[in-house]
């Protein structure tokens, strides 16, 4: 069975307890188990796609809670390595009362940043399979490489690449080497995932067709551009589906876009290849679309996700 290996960071995010207030007002926290590519590969497990997690997590009790919870899930952990010579990275939040998000993160370094080149299981890599990856794995560390080696070697083996940039500047010693980051590994992806308020920083317009056009010229197939509360729209050189986000009462917004993704991985993962039709893309987007809406509705990244059942019991009731 093809497999879904997601490669990054996994961590802690620790959840405020009281929405509304700055991190230095919050009270109390709650754990969370997260990480946009470890909470992308929950999702694809959860939405019946056989998935994986490469990365490198702390010999500690958080990395141990981090490498159970995935496990719990589905996701195969075989390919999680741990270390004595950094902790697992940690991320206080604070919430906003609509459910948006500040952070703080403990990552100086962390242990995700030292996955080596040697901790890829690029052997195990075949036609078929999907690698996908966010930019925080391409920060100046050992990180860099490893995500490097494991991207030219799913090319090769003839997979496909699916890339989040995912910005987070607090992450970065200037912004620049972020977006040099993002720019130097774009052309890499056949699949790429921003959000509205990304574009600005990484393609210098807000013009969505704009963006498309941008990454079709570097050879990427698909688009996907999820605009938080005004929905999401999937790009392809043929087709343009979008869709209104779903009335929900909004907790959380950590891990929609994660679970959006997920969610498309896990049906592209069945259809072995991005030629879709528009009837694939606009199943695909639906689904995506209720997934990331309906991890909104709790705090947290992974346990919120929603299950397939969970969707198409919302599916069924909502008539959507």
């Known amino acids: 069975m093809p497999v879904v290996y997601c490669i990054g960071e996994a961590l802690i995010d620790f959840v405020p307890t009281t929405k509304g207030l700055s991190l230095e007002d919050v009270p109390s926290f709650v754990r969370a188990p997260g990480g946009a590519p470890a909470n992308a590969a929950v999702a694809v497990s959860k939405l019946g796609g056989s998935s994986a997690f490469i990365g490198k997590v702390g010999q500690d009790a958080f990395g141990r809670l981090l490498k159970n919870t995935l496990s719990h899930h589905g996701v195969i952990t075989d390919y999680m390595s741990t270390t004595t010579e950094a902790n697992t990275t940690l991320a206080f939040v604070s919430l906003t009362a609509d459910?948006?998000?500040d952070f703080i993160f403990y990552r100086k370094p962390?242990?995700?940043m030292l996955l080596n080149h040697e901790d890829i299981p690029v052997k195990e890599f075949k036609k078929g399979d999907i690698l996908h990856f966010c930019s925080l794995g391409l920060v100046d560390a050992p990180t860099k490489k490893a995500?490097?080696?494991a991207i030219e070697t799913m090319k090769k083996a003839g997979g496909i690449i699916s890339f989040d940039p995912n910005v987070r500047l607090d992450l970065w010693a200037e912004k620049q080497q972020c977006k040099q980051a993002i720019l130097e590994y774009l052309p890499y992806a056949d699949l790429v995932k921003v959000s509205l308020d990304e574009m600005p920083f990484i393609f210098d317009t807000e013009d969505e067709k704009e963006v498309a056009e941008k990454c079709f010229n570097l050879g990427i197939k698909a688009v996907i551009v999820t605009r938080g509360a005004l929905g999401s729209a999937?790009?392809?050189q043929d087709y343009i589906k979008e869709v209104a986000s779903i009335d929900v009462k909004v907790e959380d917004t950590t891990g929609a876009g994660d679970a959006y993704t997920g969610a498309v991985l896990s049906q592209i993962i069945k259809v072995g290849s991005l030629t879709l039709s528009q009837e694939q893309v606009d199943e695909i987007v639906d689904l995506a679309?209720?997934?990331?809406?309906l991890t909104t509705t709790k705090k947290g990244g992974m346990e919120s996700i929603p299950t397939l059942n969970e969707?198409?019991?919302f599916k069924n009731t909502n008539n959507c």
């Open 147 to 149: 995500h490097k080696a």
């Open 234 to 236: 999937f790009y392809t």
């Open 99 to 101: 459910g948006d998000r």
């Open 289 to 293: 679309n209720i997934a990331g809406s």
């Open 311 to 313: 969707i198409y019991e």
């Open 110 to 112: 962390g242990a995700d």
